[in-house]
Nanobody
């Protein structure tokens, strides 16, 4: 099990930027694919972005392509989500997740989750 702690959430104006961080502790972080998910008020949790370990290939939800960037620093056991051009519909609690193996957009694929960090985008 990997412990994940998100940070960097807050209140931002539409069109603004925010960078989320997820600090991981544990023995196997370097072998884990990482993902970001979000859950907006009154909605189901949804996939945002994921990144592999080996080649750091990334995959994004259509709703955030071109605006969000996922990255990781394996040496520092940290994954990031740079969010640009934020929209009000981006208001949500953002969660990072970790799993052994390749990337996945599926919530059920990830056994390790952080507690989330709240992002509020004002219009």
């Amino acid at each position: 099990q990997v412990e994940l702690v998100e940070s960097g959430g807050g209140l931002v104006q539409a069109g603004g930027s925010l960078r989320l961080s997820c600090a991981a502790s544990g023995r196997t972080f370097s072998n884990y694919a990482m993902g970001w998910f979000r859950q907006a008020p009154g909605r189901e949790r949804e996939f945002v972005a994921t990144i592999s370990f080996g080649d750091e290939s990334a995959y994004y939800a259509d709703s955030v392509k071109g605006r969000f960037t996922i990255s990781r620093n394996n040496a520092k056991n940290t994954v990031f989500l740079q969010m640009n051009s934020l929209k009000p519909e981006g208001t949500a609690v953002y969660y990072c997740a970790a799993a052994r193996g390749g990337i996945s957009t599926s919530i059920s694929y990830y056994p390790n989750w952080g507690q989330g960090t709240r992002v509020t985008v004002s219009s």
